[in-house]
């Protein structure tokens, strides 16, 4: 392997170049071979300023996430940038494509920074839970102002060079190659007989308001606290002088490392990426897409056909009469409207997208050259099987057909054609063209490279692409079922819907679970009662109330009226006070006596139900490894991302006690609550969910 940093002098000038691909994250190597550089600038004869530069796609990445939570090694990367800084030669950085995080934070300890005109900067330490803990707190509001450095610790944003330089953080924007520019800049400081210019020495930023700012922070982080952390950093490098500030933010950062919240997003991080990448998938070449054909343009494939022509595709869109397809072409286009108002897009891009790049039929004929095919029609097998036939009869040889469909069976579906090899199950989440996750369900008889092209179909739509078994409901529908029915048993024994809402969000979640099946639509729930009522075992326990109010056609956010009451084009939902009625008159039948329930014991018997069923999912193989069931719930479910996701969240309080739980709520509903198998093994055996992954 190569020096994770290079030494070479051009004349009066040291250029140390980081070399740790694939983004140079400062792992232990990379700061011993930029301390041995600087050590060795200072000692050479005639070298008057060093620049620090990066090889490959990035200045520097960041910290090596990898290495926290190990043993600290030496320096430690405030040391590091200490030292930089303290140096007696002027110190130049160089920047190109990111600087992020620990990369900016050296950065800021050289004595002037350039950067080309199409390089980032940001401190996303806030994503992993964390803060700035090399200086970034303190030395950016040097630099740019409290506000601004809050701004930047707290959102992680990325920021382009033209602000950066606006900000203060870049001296100069140069285009060319980073060291050439890097060493010309330093040849002119040299010149210029320009001073060292350490960061540290800058007055401290004036006060601002760090209360009602450490407030804002926190709501907006919906129980994240590491954004709190950081601007209480940031005030330390106001009030105190900037080495006891910088021992504050150390203290502050240490905290957070210690969190769980930073083990869950960190669990995150390295997982968002892990979920992808299947060993059977290794070498196997995905088909070649180009045209996508979408059958059904009501919510799902509207969004299904926005997403591929946002990511380049041909869209071939089919619904069943004119009518229904202009109704389906009005919604991509006001889905691409959204794209354009928001500058996804500009108006050429928009009027390419709406004209040439897609085309909406009535005539299966139309999809003879789509490469892959995603039905959306109504969710029943009758329809999607006619539909099936007729795929089947029109598609070129070699075209994957895949089913949007959200409970049922693919295995069936495939056998519907003459060619089960090339069926699959592509299970998008609701708006598809702005939800994250994508279920890549592979049916028994799906051929490998079959899998590999939805994962690639994944890739190229930007989404999060999960493995999953078939089964009622996959990984993610499968175990909402379940939560939610434990949600529902909480209100039939006397919690109420907003009660049970309000708990869950304040644990983190993005919506409670009443509040979802009202944007849902809660006819889906009632048709799904109604055709399972037939096979229910006697011992379940399924509330009707909430049937009433659909028998009235009321079904949520659509109809106006749900859990919660609607007014025209407001989001901000009001108590429904038909519901309590209702409830009452459930409880009355079935001779419950209500009780009371502490927000505690809410989330305890949510969360519990939710790691039981996951647990199961896992045990059977329909999710492969716990964190694919982590990912699902994160990026398609709106699961706080700083616990890491349900199994992660289990782990971190502990499996005995999640099973313990379950045990004690099985003594009043033994049906409900039977404890997974797996769950109970990882229990005896004193291992993880983690240790599994
Ligand atoms: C930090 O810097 C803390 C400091 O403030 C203070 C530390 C002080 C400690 C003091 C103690 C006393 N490390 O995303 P990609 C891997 S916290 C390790 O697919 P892209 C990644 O896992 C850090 N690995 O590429 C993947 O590996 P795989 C703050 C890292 O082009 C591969 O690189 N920085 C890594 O789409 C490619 O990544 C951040 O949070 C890292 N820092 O995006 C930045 N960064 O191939 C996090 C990446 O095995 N990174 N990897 O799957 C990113 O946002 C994106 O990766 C980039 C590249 C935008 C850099
Ligand atoms: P929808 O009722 O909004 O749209 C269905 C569309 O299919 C209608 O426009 C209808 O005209 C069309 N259609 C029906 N039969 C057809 C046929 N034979 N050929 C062509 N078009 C036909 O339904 P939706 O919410 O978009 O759901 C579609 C599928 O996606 C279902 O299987 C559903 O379970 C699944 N799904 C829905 C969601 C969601 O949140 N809505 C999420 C994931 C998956």
Redesign the pocket.
């Known amino acids: 392997m190569s020096d994770p940093v290079v030494y070479s002098s051009h004349g009066p000038v040291a250029v140390l170049r980081i070399n740790n691909p694939p983004v140079n994250a400062l792992s232990v190597a990379v700061r011993q071979g930029l301390e041995e550089g600087m050590t060795r600038a200072e000692t050479e004869a005639g070298i008057k300023a060093v620049v620090i530069v990066g090889e490959g796609r990035a200045f520097i990445a960041g910290a090596d996430i990898t290495e926290f939570g190990k043993p600290p090694m030496s320096p430690a990367l405030p040391d590091l940038c200490t030292r930089i800084e303290a140096s007696p030669l002027v110190v130049i950085a160089s920047m190109h494509g990111v600087s992020l995080g620990g990369g900016l934070e050296v950065a800021l300890s050289a004595h002037y920074r350039i950067a080309q005109p199409d390089a980032r900067v940001g401190l996303p330490e806030v994503h992993l839970g964390l803060l700035p803990g090399a200086g970034g707190t303190q030395r950016l509001p040097r630099l740019a102002g409290a506000e601004k450095a809050i701004d930047l610790c707290t959102t992680g944003r990325q920021v382009g060079a033209e602000e950066a330089q606006a900000l203060g953080i870049l001296d100069k924007v140069t285009s060319g190659d980073p060291q050439e520019v890097g060493i010309a800049y330093a040849l002119d400081l040299i010149a210029a007989n320009a001073p060292r210019r350490p960061v540290s020495e800058l007055p401290a930023a004036a006060p601002i308001d760090w209360d009602a700012t450490y407030d804002g922070v926190m709501k907006k982080g919906r129980g994240q606290i590491s954004g709190g952390a950081a601007v209480r950093a940031v005030q330390a490098a106001s009030e105190l002088d900037f080495t006891a500030g910088m021992a504050r933010e150390r203290e502050l950062f240490m905290d957070m490392l210690a969190s769980d919240q930073s083990k869950g997003m960190i669990h995150a991080f390295f997982n968002e990426r892990a979920v992808s990448s299947l060993p059977e998938l290794k070498g196997i070449a995905p088909r070649p897409l180009q045209t996508i054909g979408v059958?059904?343009?009501?919510?799902?494939?509207a969004g299904i056909a926005t997403a591929a022509l946002l990511a380049q595709m041909q869209v071939v869109l089919?619904?069943?009469g004119e009518a229904?397809a202009s109704a389906?072409r009005e919604r991509i286009e006001g889905n691409l409207a959204g794209a354009l108002k928001r500058g996804k897009i500009n108006q050429a891009q928009y009027d390419a997208l709406t004209t040439t790049a897609l085309t909406v039929a009535i005539n299966y004929d139309s999809l003879a050259d789509a490469d892959l095919v995603i039905e959306?029609?109504?969710?029943d097998m009758a329809?999607k099987k006619?539909?099936f036939g007729k795929l089947d009869a029109v598609c070129k040889p070699g075209a994957i057909l895949a089913s949007?469909?959200?409970y049922l069976d693919v295995d069936e579906i495939a056998a519907a054609t003459s060619r089960p090899a090339d069926v699959i199950g592509l299970?998008?989440?609701?708006p598809a063209h702005v939800m994250k996750l994508l279920e890549v369900v592979v049916a028994d008889k799906a051929a490998v490279d079959v899998v590999a092209t939805g994962f690639a179909l994944g890739k190229r739509l930007g989404k999060i692409s999960v493995r999953a078994g078939v089964c009622d409901g996959f990984i993610g529908n499968r175990i909402l079922a379940v939560y939610r029915t434990a949600a529902d048993h909480m209100v039939l024994d006397g919690a109420t819907p907003y009660q049970i809402d309000r708990a869950l969000t304040d644990f983190g979640f993005a919506m409670g679970p009443f509040a979802v099946a009202d944007l849902?639509g809660l006819d889906i729930g009632w048709m799904t009662r109604k055709r399972k009522a037939p096979h229910r075992h006697p011992a379940e326990r399924v509330p009707t109330y909430i049937d009433r109010l659909c028998e009235q056609g009321h079904f949520g956010r659509k109809t106006g009226e749900g859990y919660y009451l609607y007014e025209k084009g407001r989001r901000a939902s009001v108590p429904n006070p038909k519901i309590p009625e209702l409830i009452a008159a459930e409880q009355a039948d079935l001779k419950i006596t209500p009780r009371d329930f502490t927000d505690q014991e809410i989330v305890t018997r949510y969360m519990c139900a939710m790691v039981n069923e996951a647990a199961k999912v896992v045990e059977e193989g329909i999710a492969r490894r716990p964190a694919d069931v982590d990912m699902v719930l994160l990026f398609g479910y709106g699961f706080p991302r700083f616990r890491g996701g349900p199994l992660k969240w289990a782990d971190l309080q502990g499996l005995d006690t999640v099973l313990e739980n379950i045990e004690r709520f099985a003594k009043d509903d033994a049906w409900f609550w039977q404890p997974s198998t797996l769950l109970k093994t990882l229990v005896a055996e004193g291992r993880s969910f983690d240790d599994l992954n």
């Open positions: 059958i059904g343009g009501g919510t799902m494939g089919i619904e069943t229904q389906a959306a029609v109504f969710e329809v006619e539909v949007n469909t959200s299970h998008f989440f609701s849902a």
